[in-house]
């Protein structure tokens, strides 16, 4: 392919973020060039399939701003809804497992609140306190005026004094219980990468917003996605680029041009690349993501058991980021995952930046998971196959040097994407997070 000799933006990267922000620009007559060295690629084994990326939704309903992008980037309403819909709406959405309960994240608001009150039971009056709270909030974004949901929210900061408030401080008008505090800190780290006592005071509304807009996974796999969004990025005249980033040229504190591994140079007038720079507090980004893959058959799997679960390795410990386990049980009977009769688990943890993966650390690691398996599913012991881990597949790359560590300054014309929750999750910050980027590009370009 011949490429042009410059772009007005180079995107680094082709994670659901990078595509999505990838498809605005080039909507709006970005001339455009997105590297990457994969787009979601499958790999497998036995039968089954492992998608590059897994990721439930949440918070991305068709009447939200899940609807504005697709609206934005010009791609039929019908693939959110309808016979050929590309999401499939799950109830619950997913569950958050501790010691001694579990919560069914359910998408309406009456059920999650029935739940809740269901499972602590102590603390329900609490529970219905803090949700009158939220809804009064919600209120107060709905009726602001502004057009999309991220002014809405950022003109809500202005409005209302909530500055050196954080979570904790905001429960503690409640007289929050051990256990009610312990599943707020869960998704908390999962959402943010910070325990609730530490999160900021809209951060931690937007938290229980996002619960009531439901989940979501693709069907057929996050690749699905990506396909859609790669041919739109392509019809609007954006290219492709197989290859790395390998340096940047500069002048004058801004980039002009990008070296790639392969030693091409491209001019540019914007960068946009995922920040390695993770913020001080975020102990989700200061971890890396492992995962194990099994297989188990179908009839073993408790028919409370939702798709997509959370839950604490070791209950003697408190919750921390590298405590966390997070699940993924592929759909039911659908023969692009798993053998027929059979469910593919993707068991993902987080583990110390500096751990080294010897084997008796990782088979430590597959026997703690392979316990909460089997305490999730009693009786499934004899009939849980270990396929692989991310070792196993060649996953596990060397970390090497990123470019962003050669730069004595941040340019002006450098734009990050900031990322600290696990690969299998998304939340509509995320989109509201590639709206702002894109609007600043279009600004100074």
Known sequence: MTYASGYD??????????????ALLARRGVNLLLLSTSNGKRFGRDGYQFPDEYPLFVDFGPDGILGEVFADIDIPFSYLKGEEQLFRDLSPAF??????????IFKEEEDLLDELCRELREEDGQIISLFNEVNRINSLIDDNGEPSLYRKIKALAKRISLSGKNGRNILNRFNPSARLIGFLDVLSLVFYGIGIAELDALRFFSILRMLKGGGRSVKG??????????KKIR????????????GFQIRRNRITGIKTSRGD???????VMESDKAKEDNKIAKQKRFSFYFGVDAGF??????????LTRDYSKAVQADNLLMLSLSPSGDLRWAPADKRLITVS?????????????????????????????????????FIGDDLTFGRVKEK??????????????????????????????????????????????
Not at 95 to 104: A, G, N
Not at 368 to 380: K, Q, T
Request: aromatic content about 6%; charged content about 20%; proline content about 5%.
């Open 9 to 22: 933006v180079i995107v680094c990267g082709s994670g659901s973020n990078h595509l999505i922000l990838s």
């Open 235 to 246: 019809s609007e005249g954006g290219e492709f680029y197989d290859g790395d980033i390998d």
């Open 265 to 271: 140079l491209f001019d540019c007038k914007a960068v």
């Open 349 to 385: 943890t987080l583990i110390p930046s500096s751990q080294i993966l010897s084997d008796s650390y990782l088979d430590g690691l597959k026997d703690s998971v392979l316990a909460n398996l089997i305490w999730l599913m009693p009786f499934s012991g004899g009939h849980i196959e």
């Open 301 to 310: 799997i408790p028919s409370p058991m939702a798709d997509y679960l959370l």
């Open 400 to 445: 090497t040097a990123n470019p962003l560590s050669s730069l004595s300054a941040d340019p002006k014309n450098l734009h990050l994407i900031e990322d600290g929750s696990p690969a299998w999750i998304r939340t509509s910050e995320d989109l509201k997070a590639s709206y702002k980027i894109a609007d600043q590009i279009l600004d100074k370009i």
């Open 95 to 104: 569950q958050v497992v501790l010691p001694d309960y579990r919560i069914d």
């Open 221 to 230: 796999g996050i690749e699905i996605l990506t396909d859609l969004l790669v």
